[in-house]
């Protein structure tokens, strides 16, 4: 299934800390992560420049293979708190290092890099691989094996391409409001405003074939607060509660993630 999520930049404002923010971004990121979340859209929820700009880095950091953070990030303040991330070890972080167990097809996470005039891809082996592309150097870029060890050849891919799930991209949304308006598929807001999420209705969607994408409110206001009374205005959504009979005031993001998509996924058969 190809599945989306939708969440504000004001997703962090319950934190007043840093390292708390880091810990709720390293949660989210998580539990994209275990339910192959293929789009991570930050929709701008009022002023929150500096927790958005926040989010987007750490999020993207997290997404990347270790070996190729120190290249990518430069240190900074943003980052101050990285050693409290808790890595998401998808297929695309665990390859192997040593040149001699790739083989053809096998897919790499790697970036441009020139050596004595030619262009070459660096993927973590300790080999430079040559790379016939126009991506400008410095450039992170997913390639596939055409040939094994020790004759390597390798073509530019898209994540869409890899044989598994390779990791979620990061968009950024203006509002909510033109972000559901513009979707090419079907949306699920989640709202305790909604009706409980049975089987047959996650399925409906899930099972649809078109892409899904799952909204998410903030911690202060819920989906219909944030988009006022345009919701009548959205065609090809649906607002459903996953959490019926929740004892606690409120679900905190982090908890409406990982309980929102696993019953997504427990519904979803393709």
Same mark, same amino acid.
């Given at each position: 299934?190809?599945?989306?999520?939708?969440?504000?930049?004001?997703?962090?404002?319950?934190?007043?800390?840093?390292?708390?923010?880091?810990?709720?971004?390293?949660?989210?990121?998580?539990?994209?992560?275990?339910?192959?979340?293929?789009?991570?859209?930050?929709? $701008?929820?009022?002023?929150?420049?500096?927790?958005?700009?926040?989010?987007?880095?750490?999020?993207?950091?997290?997404?990347?293979? $270790?070996?190729?953070?120190?290249?990518?990030?430069?240190?900074?303040?943003?980052?101050?708190?990285?050693?409290?991330?808790?890595?998401?070890?998808?297929?695309?972080?665990?390859?192997?290092?040593?040149?001699?167990?790739?083989?053809?097809?096998?897919?790499?996470?790697?970036?441009?890099?020139?050596?004595?005039?030619?262009?070459?891809?660096?993927?973590?082996?300790?080999?430079?691989?040559?790379?016939?592309?126009?991506?400008?150097?410095?450039?992170?870029?997913?390639?596939?094996?055409?040939?094994?060890?020790?004759?390597?050849?390798?073509?530019?891919?898209?994540?869409?391409?890899?044989?598994?799930?390779?990791?979620?991209?990061?968009?950024?949304?203006?509002?909510?409001?033109?972000?559901?308006?513009?979707?090419?598929?079907?949306?699920?807001?989640?709202?305790?405003?909604?009706?409980?999420?049975?089987?047959? $209705?996650?399925?409906?969607?899930?099972?649809?074939?078109?892409?899904?994408?799952?909204?998410?409110?903030?911690?202060?206001?819920?989906?219909? $607060?944030?988009?006022?009374?345009?919701?009548?205005?959205?065609?090809?959504?649906?607002?459903?509660?996953?959490?019926?009979?929740?004892?606690?005031?409120?679900?905190?993001?982090?908890?409406?993630?990982?309980?929102?998509?696993?019953?997504?996924?427990?519904?979803?058969?393709?």
């Amino acid at each position: 299934m190809n599945l989306s999520i939708a969440i504000p930049d004001s997703s962090l404002s319950d934190e007043t800390k840093k390292v708390d923010k880091t810990r709720k971004i390293s949660e989210i990121a998580r539990a994209c992560a275990i339910f192959r979340v293929n789009t991570i859209y930050i929709y $701008q929820d009022g002023n929150n420049k500096e927790d958005r700009n926040l989010m987007l880095l750490i999020l993207k950091y997290l997404e990347t293979p $270790q070996f190729l953070r120190k290249r990518l990030f430069p240190k900074m303040n943003d980052l101050k708190f990285a050693g409290v991330l808790h890595p998401l070890k998808i297929p695309s972080h665990i390859t192997p290092a040593d040149a001699k167990k790739i083989k053809k097809g096998d897919v790499r996470e790697g970036i441009t890099v020139s050596y004595k005039g030619k262009r070459f891809v660096d993927v973590g082996i300790n080999t430079l691989v040559p790379f016939f592309s126009h991506d400008k150097l410095g450039k992170r870029v997913t390639v596939q094996f055409k040939s094994g060890y020790p004759n390597f050849e390798v073509k530019s891919i898209t994540k869409e391409e890899a044989p598994v799930y390779w990791g979620y991209t990061l968009k950024e949304r203006s509002n909510l409001f033109s972000l559901i308006k513009e979707w090419k598929g079907l949306t699920i807001v989640t709202s305790r405003k909604g009706k409980t999420a049975t089987k047959e $209705q996650v399925t409906g969607y899930t099972n649809s074939g078109k892409p899904v994408l799952v909204v998410f409110g903030s911690p202060e206001q819920g989906v219909h $607060q944030i988009i006022g009374g345009k919701m009548s205005n959205l065609q090809n959504s649906k607002t459903l509660n996953f959490f019926p009979n929740q004892a606690t005031e409120t679900v905190r993001l982090e908890e409406a993630l990982l309980g929102t998509l696993s019953i997504i996924n427990a519904y979803t058969t393709g």
